[in-house]
């Protein structure tokens, strides 16, 4: 138990849907991340924000759109997904937006997208 | 841009020594990981270094890093079947304001009885 949690573990969409995924922390973290893992890719960092203010957005599609109401909450807004977009969704949090600083990781929402 | 190569896969008995080795391109990075992600489960750091460091030892696990080739192995003495999982070296710099962890693509390490 890392003290990151995300909800739901596994979600089933069709193209047309639109869905959300939410990420918890509750470790005092000031930096919250998505990060996308499929089979044939490297992890790849999504987005990241710092004190609830987007600090990086690694060239991601407009059909994925975070939210951080609050340091301690991040959302991933999912809409007319493609099938493509299947992968293991993971939020991580640190304590601050710095290297020095290790991420704790949730254990993902496994997004099949049909 | 900034790459991290991994094997894909290791398979070793049961009490033998597991060593992961990973390779990096950016000579400007600073802190190298070493996570562990069991099947259906989110990431967990094991271990980490600083650049400025060669070697480092937590219990089982000894990371060693040779900055002058970029290459960074962990070595899991009495490997068990509890340490199946896939293997991520990830690295990233506090020199360049990016901030962010490059990961490789992991190695699955398979613990045979």
């Known amino acids: 138990e890392t003290g990151v949690t995300q909800t739901p573990r596994h979600l089933v969409m069709g193209m047309t849907n639109k869905k959300s995924l939410k990420c918890e922390q509750h470790l005092g973290h000031n930096a919250m991340y998505w990060y996308k893992q499929s089979a044939k890719k490297p992890l790849e960092l999504m987005f990241v924000?710092?004190?609830?203010?987007?600090?990086e957005n690694n060239s991601v599609p407009s059909r994925f759109s975070p939210e951080c109401p609050n340091s301690s909450h991040l959302f991933l807004h999912l809409h007319t997904l493609q099938p493509e977009d299947s992968a293991l969704y993971l939020c991580a949090s640190s304590q601050d937006f710095e290297a020095a600083y290790e991420q704790y990781f949730g254990p993902g929402t496994r997004l099949t997208v049909t | 841009g900034e790459d991290v190569e991994q094997s894909l896969f290791l398979s070793v008995r049961e009490g033998d020594s597991s060593v992961i080795n990973c390779t990096y391109t950016d000579s400007s990075s600073t802190y190298l990981y070493w996570y562990k992600q069991e099947p259906g489960a989110g990431l967990q750091l094991l271990t980490y270094i600083f650049s400025n460091m060669d070697m480092k030892q937590d219990q089982r696990l000894t990371v060693l890093l040779n900055k002058k080739d970029k290459h960074l192995s962990l070595r899991i003495a009495d490997t068990q079947t509890g340490d199946s999982a896939i293997y991520f070296c990830a690295e990233t710099s506090s020199n360049t304001g990016r901030r962010a962890l490059t990961f490789g693509s992991g190695t699955r390490l398979q613990v045979q009885p």
């Open positions: 924000y710092s004190l609830e203010e987007r600090v």
